[in-house]
């Protein structure tokens, strides 16, 4: 299985200020059709799980721009441009190039 | 709307079986792959089952294969997952989740497997 490793696992943020989180693949994921297939989602508290970014950068509609996404190869990082009350929550990455499709651990958002 | 509703959750024994339904509406169902993805209470997401459009190709995670079956039926905007043999470790909240156009979660049904 194709193991996503996201730093930090937790990540305190002052309200307007950037946050970053990393996702490292255990291996490439670039498929056939030479997609990138890393998805990024948001679980608010008490909450589904919602997608934001899909191939790596591409935000969903409706996803605020402060949230950006960018990478290649096996690194990959999720930011958000200035935090907001309502980004509080748990962001995955996860692939679906190889099955299993795998998630990250999570990275727990919290504000300072 | 896009909306997904998931059913037939609740307490099993070890063992023991469960059939799981979701309905689907506001979006062409059959164009949509479709997932089963599950939540133990308090941990993260993983993926427990995936299937085309047409229902033809379905893939399993390596601990629920032999035990879990996905089914869709395109006609009626449905997806199911017949689980047997559960075990304690299958407890979790299971989401039903479509990927298209869009990409859809529905609320989850908590499947609670204890003696």
């Known amino acids: 299985d194709v193991v996503m490793t996201q730093s930090p696992l937790s990540l305190p943020v002052t309200l307007g200020q950037p946050a970053s989180i990393s996702c490292r693949s255990g291996?490439?994921?670039?498929?056939?059709?030479?997609?990138?297939?890393l998805n990024w989602f948001q679980q608010r508290p008490g909450q589904s799980p919602r997608r934001l970014i899909y191939?790596?950068?591409v935000r969903d509609s409706g996803v605020p721009d402060r949230f950006s996404g960018s990478g290649t190869g096996t690194d990959f990082t999720l930011k958000i441009s200035r935090v907001e009350a309502e980004d509080v929550g748990v962001y995955y990455c996860m692939q679906h190039t190889h099955w299993p499709h795998t998630f990250g651990q999570g990275t727990k958002l919290e504000i300072k | 709307e896009v909306q997904l509703v998931e059913s037939g959750g609740g307490l099993v024994q070890p063992g023991g079986s469960l059939g799981l339904s979701c309905a689907a509406s506001?979006?062409?169902?059959?164009?949509?792959?479709m997932s089963w993805i599950r939540q133990a209470p308090g941990k993260g997401l993983e993926w427990v089952a995936h299937?085309?459009?047409?229902?033809?190709?379905?893939y399993y995670v390596d601990s629920v294969k032999g035990r879990f079956t996905m089914s869709r039926d395109n006609a009626k905007n449905s997806l199911s997952l017949q689980m047997n043999s559960l075990r304690v470790e299958d407890t979790a909240l299971y989401y039903c989740?479509?990927?298209?156009?869009?990409?859809?979660w529905g609320q989850g049904t908590l499947v609670t497997v204890s003696s």
């Open positions: 506001g979006f062409t169902f059959s164009n949509y792959w």
């Open positions: 989740v479509g990927w298209g156009l869009v990409n859809c």
């Open positions: 299937t085309n459009e047409a229902g033809s190709d379905t």
């Open positions: 191939k790596v950068s």
């Open positions: 291996q490439g994921l670039v498929d056939s059709d030479g997609n990138t297939n």
